[in-house]
């Protein structure tokens, strides 16, 4: 049986010491972190995350100072408010909620934020310091599915990476990432033919695809360690719903050596390091 990727607890331990660090700058007489999240309409799942985010800021010591706009808010009035973020000095970290509704441009919203503020680390100027491999706010997801990693000595380096997925918000940024710690890495799509045959070749399967049940046994290779990324919504046969990742976990489980479970895997991480890169932002404001 494969050992468990624990999530969860590893937020809650980044959680904790960023708390620690939080209340050690403050008692230096400095300022709490601010982190502004702004959300438009009332997408139910957005304002969960946005209510998840801004508590786990609290337990932090991060001072939330977001804005929520009505749904028919215009894109003047949202480039308005990161621009007055942008200059305020209270604020570390700005992140605009997606999805946004449909009449607004997304991609030209989040190109306004600072990239020093850029608490998502998805702004042009931060993927391309990843590219570059120099310092930079990185990617949240991504950079949990790293730590992750890092925690359980699970080395990237001289491994076959295998990431399923080439989104800018997970895909991409992750093949990046596991380029940077000398992995060697394919990254396949739903144009890669034999998708199975390339999963199988991997010491570390990375699955983002946003499908359920997408990665099954034959597709693992045994020892793998496999990191599933997925979130998805399905309905039980009784009419409630539930959480389950791209991998087929029960069948799974008993082929890897490591995997991380949905929910309490990757997703939990994602917060963690969105309070991360709020902290390190606020730190770097007073190394200057
Ligand atoms: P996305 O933008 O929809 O991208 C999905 C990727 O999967 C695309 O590159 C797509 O290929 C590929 N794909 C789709 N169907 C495929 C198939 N049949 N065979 C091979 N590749 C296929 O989604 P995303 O934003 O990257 O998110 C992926 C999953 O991660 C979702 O379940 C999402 O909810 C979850 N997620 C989780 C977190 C977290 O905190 N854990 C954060 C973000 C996202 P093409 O590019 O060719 O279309």
Known sequence: MAGLLDGKALAQQIQADLAQQVQSFQAQGHRAPGLAVLMV???????????????????????SLGQHFPADATQEQVAAAIHSLNQDD????????????EHLDAVALLNLIDPDKDADGLHPTNMGRLMRGEIGLRSCTPAGVMQILKTYNLEPKGRQAVVLGRSILVGKPMALMLLEADATVTIAHSRTPDIGTIARSADILVAAVGRPNFVTPDMVKPGAIVIDVGINRIDNPDGTTRLVGDVQFDAVESIAEWI???????GAMTVAMLLQNTVWSYSQRFAR
């Open 90 to 101: 209270r604020v570390d970290g700005i992140l605009v909620q997606l999805p946004l509704p």
């Open 260 to 266: 991380t479970p949905v929910p309490g895997g990757v």
């Open 41 to 63: 309409g009332d997408n139910p799942a957005s304002a969960a995350y946005v209510r998840g985010k801004e508590r786990a800021c609290a337990k932090v010591g991060i001072a």
